[in-house]
């Protein structure tokens, strides 16, 4: 597999941002490794993106492996020279943390170091990681900037906040150029609404299609800054491909918020998507939202600072949430019948 334009790995490729991490580095004449276990991620998304990017599928190879174990990972790195990793896989959810901290840590700490070892191994030009606003943890002051954090609220906190340490060292000891991207609450089509551990967008989404109850942890006042899928993938080829002058702390190690820099509150958010889904299922216009108790482990508020990502990566949001939610939706339709 030889190509002017490098090899690209992804790790979670079958997950919801990793396949559209794919789906967009295929469409644009890239080659790309992909490895996934299937604990999150899906043969469905894969399928799609076959579908998607039609003849261009052939520059993509797919190992079925698990982060966890190192031998798998090494011989993922062996198939190739690998030019750029996009590190996508983990164990998502503050509530799936709380509730198992151990599988949380395994797969997003034992885990992210077997890949950045290999990554080091390999001489890789670049490490970019999925990251996660959960590090901004009981510091409440708005917006969230790179360079101020609190203490961690959850075990999947704590664990993004070790892969950044961990990356920042990496870059310092062994000259591993890093990129962490610190996510605020990425949302869009393939995202899955089942199980306990969904997010809230596709979940709301999945309810009203099938007219099932709402509810909303808190008074609905919570707000989070929600951030399109395809503004995600921008950042992750962004960030790979940006030059390694100035930035971070001047080890090669940088963290960039990726979001939209624009608060939503969960009432806000329902009502966005009640409209939207009410336009082919009328009846959900009539829908009321049940309110419960607040969840172990949330923040009240976050809205992210964007402007370092902007200045140094060239980083702009294309999407916003009302468009982000009618694609969203018009996804979950086509795919609910």
């Known amino acids: 597999m030889i190509n002017s334009n490098g090899v690209w790995l992804v790790t979670g490729c079958a997950g919801f941002i990793g396949s559209h991490i794919i789906e967009t580095l295929l469409k644009t004449g890239k080659h790309v490794i992909g490895v996934d276990n299937f604990a999150t991620g899906s043969k469905t998304n894969l399928d799609q993106v076959k579908e998607s990017v039609g003849a261009d599928w052939k520059h993509f190879r797919f190992i079925e492996a698990d982060i966890r ?82 203490a961690p609220l959850s075990p999947y906190a704590v664990t993004k906040l070790v892969n950044e340490q961990y990356a920042a060292v990496f870059s310092k000891t062994y000259g591993l150029a890093t990129v962490g991207l610190r996510y605020f609450n990425v949302f869009g089509p393939r995202q899955d609404p089942e199980g306990p551990y969904a997010a809230v967008v596709p979940l709301w989404i999945s309810q009203l299609l099938s007219g099932e109850p709402v509810s909303i942890n808190g008074d609905g006042l919570t707000s989070r800054d929600f951030c399109y899928v395809r503004n995600a993938v921008q950042a992750n080829i962004k960030a790979a491909l940006c030059s390694d002058d100035g930035g971070g702390g001047g080890d090669g190690s940088r963290v960039y918020n990726v979001a939209l820099g624009h608060q939503t509150s969960l009432v806000e958010l329902f009502e966005m998507i009640k409209m939207n889904v009410s336009v082919v299922r009328p009846s959900v216009a009539r829908t009321q939202v049940d309110y419960k108790e607040y969840r172990a482990g949330d923040v009240r508020h976050s809205l992210a600072d964007i402007s370092r990502a902007q200045k140094e990566i060239g980083y702009v949001p294309e999407v916003f949430v009302k468009e982000g939610l009618e694609e969203t939706i018009k996804w979950y339709v086509t795919n609910a019948e």
């Not at 030019?83 to 198992?100: C, F």
């Not at 999925?130 to 943890?137: I, L």
């Open 69 to 150: 174990n190192f031998e798998s990972v090494k011989k993922v790195f062996a198939l190739d020279k690998i030019d750029y990793v996009l590190h996508q896989a983990a164990l998502g959810s503050v509530t799936r943390s709380i509730k198992d901290p151990q599988a949380t840590h395994d797969t997003n700490v034992n885990g992210f170091l077997n890949v950045l070892l290999a990554s080091r191994d390999a001489g890789v030009k670049k490490f970019v990681y999925a990251s996660s606003s959960s590090v901004y943890g009981d510091h409440a002051d708005l917006p969230k900037k790179e360079g101020i954090i609190g």
